[in-house]
């Protein structure tokens, strides 16, 4: 790279060009030139396939009405993990009580969702234990709760009538 901005700068005849590394780091910092892998088949697709199937598509979604139609979105919460950076002195770096340590995989799973009508779902909440001790005395959760193993969602929570 470095060669051909030299030779760049020969065909532009000026002969106190001087490039380095730097030269060209400061450049593309300056301009804001990043390197980004891209990803992705962009152009594989032709146009005239999306058209026809943005027509069929449209006819299916038609044929519903439109409380019928929900859109759902899960996250997840990993509620006991700590920040794993601060600011510390040249001292403390020695310390070896100043070790980053080992992340909480312990987690719930939030799914949020709605309907094309503008109605909110009931937030499900989906956690390890069955009967958690902090639900015990509870009535009423302004959530639908669930257990998995994993705290992830899956087809029978997805297919509970209740969800609705």
């Known amino acids: 790279m470095l060669a051909k901005v030299k030779e760049y700068a020969e065909e532009l005849k000026l002969t106190n060009f001087s490039a380095s590394r730097g030269y060209l780091a400061n450049f593309k910092n300056r301009y804001g030139i990043k390197f980004k892998k891209l990803h992705g088949e962009g152009g594989t697709l032709s146009m005239e396939i ?19 139609i929900y859109n759902w979105d899960e996250t997840g919460l990993f509620y006991t ?9 040249a001292q403390e770096s020695n310390d070896s009580n100043m070790r980053g340590k080992k ?8 799914l949020v969702g709605a309907s094309l009508a503008g109605k909110k779902l009931p937030l499900i909440m989906i956690d390890k234990s069955a009967k958690p001790r902090a639900f015990r005395n509870v009535n009423h959760l302004p959530v639908k709760y669930y257990s998995q193993g994993k705290a992830w969602m899956n087809s029978e929570i997805f297919v509970d009538k209740n969800v609705k």
């Not at 027509?55 to 409380?67: A, F, G, N």
């Not at 992340?103 to 939030?110: A, D, V, W």
């Open 50 to 68: 999306v058209d026809s199937w943005t027509i069929v598509l449209r006819s299916v979604i038609e044929s519903y009405r439109p409380e019928d």
């Open 81 to 89: 993990q700590t920040k794993n950076a601060s600011h510390i002195t």
């Open 103 to 110: 992340e909480s995989k312990q987690r719930l799973t939030i």
